[in-house]
Nanobody, 123 residues
Framework: VRLVESGGGSVQPGGSLRLSCAASGLSLDTSAIGWFRQAPGKERERVSCISGSDGSIYYAASVKGRFTISGDNAKNTVFLQMNGLKPEDTAVYYC?????????????????WGQGTQVTVSS
């Protein structure tokens, strides 16, 4: 399984970014994909995740209403649209895949990880 994130960068507060996670070696139809983030000195936290089988979705309270996760099963790609970005969203963002369509709550429930992409929100 290989996961490749893209779309990170630097934006001003209130700006938007769209992260992509291209997956190979698995089928999204039978997987769950999660977006996690980790800021310096902090634990890795779950931001959002989506089930490829039934489309169920989770958002962390801190991003609900600002971030939108979506998936294109035909392209084996999951997206995270991030609007209204805040400085506290600054972190390395990782996508992770789980060999189960059930949403996982913890990082150790995911089997494969991407290399991460930096998101920096600063004025």
């Amino acid at each position: 399984v290989r996961l490749v994130e893209s779309g990170g960068g630097s934006v001003q507060p209130g700006g938007s970014l769209r992260l992509s996670c291209a997956a190979s070696g698995l089928s999204l139809d039978t997987s769950a994909i999660g977006w996690f983030r980790q800021a310096p000195g902090k634990e890795r936290e779950r931001v959002s995740c989506i089930s490829g089988s039934d489309g169920s979705i989770y958002y962390a309270a801190s991003v609900k209403g600002r971030f939108t996760i979506s998936g294109d099963n035909a392209k084996n790609t999951v997206f995270l649209q991030m609007n209204g970005l805040k400085p506290e969203d600054t972190a390395v963002y990782y996508c992770a895949a789980r060999r189960s369509p059930v949403l996982g709550t913890r990082p150790d429930q995911y089997d494969s990880w991407g290399q991460g992409t930096q998101v920096t929100v600063s004025s």
